[in-house]
Each structure stands twice: as C-alpha cells, then as structure tokens.
Nanobody, 127 residues
Framework: QVQLVESGGGFVQAGGSLRLSCAAS????????VGWFRQAPGKEREIVSA????????YYADSVKGRFTISRDNAENTVYLQMNSLNSEDTAVYYC????????????????????WGQGTQVTVSS
C-alpha cells in the first residue's frame, strides 16, 4: 500500500504562486495515476488536476486551466502541482490521491477513482 504525503502549502497573496508536492512512500509511485483535489470550507471535495502513470495524459478543471500545471517524477516518487496566478477562490485544503492502474494513459476525475489519499495541505490566498 502506498502512503502519500503532501507538502508545499502555505499563505500567499493573490497573484502569487505555490508548488505542491505529493511524495509516495512504502512503494514506488510508478504504476499509479495521481489526482489533486481540494476542499474549501463548507464545500465538497473537487478535482483540480490529474495525471496518468506515464505522465502523457493530464486533466485540469476549468477553474485552474492555464494557471496550474501537474507533473511527475517517477524516479523521485513525487507528483507536483505548480499553481500560478492564485486567487482567493483557490483557498482550500489540497489533497493528492493515487490509484494503482495498468493503463499508462488512465486517470480518474472523481474521489471514488482513488483509494489512497494524503492528509492534505492548506493553501490560503489573501485578496
């Protein structure tokens, strides 16, 4: 079973940037599709971005398209989420999630697609 640890969250002013990291331990990240989700107070957890095992396929929610970039380094067992042009609506707890897959191009878009979750990292954007 893979364990996930997020890092890189914090407090930033509107227009600023942060890079989140999702590190896997327990076993290699190779073979896992990974998604980034976020949950703001009083709201449901929502997909932000996802990446296939190979890294060749990616997905972005409309709200972050053009501002966020997901990438992965399987040799380092880490997936990244570069977040630029942040605004107050990006304030949330960000979670990474993973699923062991056998398709190099698959990624999931819902919370039910991922059995493994990190503990989350808080991102706060001041306006």
């Amino acid at each position: 079973q893979v364990q996930l640890v997020e890092s890189g969250g914090g407090f930033v002013q509107a227009g600023g940037s942060l890079r989140l990291s999702c590190a896997a331990s327990g076993r290699t990240f190779s073979g896992y599709a990974v998604g980034w989700f976020r949950q703001a107070p009083g709201k449901e957890r929502e997909i932000v971005s996802a990446i296939s095992w190979s890294g060749s396929n990616t997905y972005y929610a409309d709200s972050v398209k053009g501002r966020f970039t997901i990438s992965r380094d399987n040799a380092e067992n880490t997936v990244y989420l570069q977040m630029n042009s942040l605004n107050s609506e990006d304030t949330a707890v960000y979670y990474c999630a993973a699923n062991r897959v056998y398709s190099t191009n698959w990624y999931g878009r819902t919370t039910r697609d991922y059995p493994y979750w990190g503990q989350g990292t808080q991102v706060t954007v001041s306006s």
